[in-house]
């Protein structure tokens, strides 16, 4: 994925599926939580010109609609929120679980909003820390592990990325009669 110019506006969150019935005589409610927990982003970038939109029409030709993949990162949260600089899994860990062990070092802090990214390449999956860790420990995550982690897994906390595809097989840009390209897309997490 190019990665100029940065991204004029994005939409970034997490999708998820759970079932609520009503009764509709009581009101009481039964909830069912699925498994499945998926990031998703709607990208949008500036005004540009020909040369510009030229890398990016390439990059859509290449994903070949929902074919192909790619690695992104919510455009708006690249940096730590804390002062750890490195992390690495201290304990293996098996799918579904939001609780990890990491070493982070000694007096340094992961705070809660910052993304943490399990695996690289096509293996990159992407978390969020949901609360505030001051030492080595246990770290909650959020979504839930999609794949088990070992202490072998590489962990990434300076611009995580996950991996993604995109929305729909119709990829599209537009141009004005002055060559000014304008360029949107949605994407979700490759699961």
Not at 123 to 136: A, E, I, P, W
């Amino acid at each position: 994925m190019p990665t100029s110019p940065a991204f004029q506006s994005s939409n970034f969150g997490i999708r998820r599926a759970v079932g609520v019935s009503e009764s509709p005589f009581t009101g009481s409610q039964q909830v069912q939580v699925y498994p499945k927990a998926q990031w998703f982003a709607t990208l949008t970038l500036p005004t540009m010109s020909k040369t510009q939109a030229r890398e990016w029409v390439n990059f859509f030709v290449l994903c070949e609609g929902r074919r192909n993949t790619f690695l992104l990162s919510d455009p708006d949260y690249k940096s730590i929120n804390g002062t750890a600089t490195t992390a690495a899994v201290a304990a293996d860990k098996d799918t579904g679980t939001t609780v990890v062990n990491l070493t982070i070092g000694t007096g340094k802090t992961l705070n809660k909003g910052s993304y943490i990214q399990f695996g690289t390449g096509a293996s990159s999956r992407l978390h969020m820390v949901v609360d505030d860790n001051t030492s080595n420990g246990n770290v909650s995550i959020q979504p839930p592990l999609k794949d088990p982690i070992t202490t072998t897994t590489t962990v990434t906390i300076a611009s995580p990325v996950g991996l993604f595809r995109m929305d729909n097989n119709e990829l599209a840009w537009d141009a004005d009669h002055l060559s000014r390209f304008g360029v949107s897309f949605s994407c979700s997490e490759a699961l």
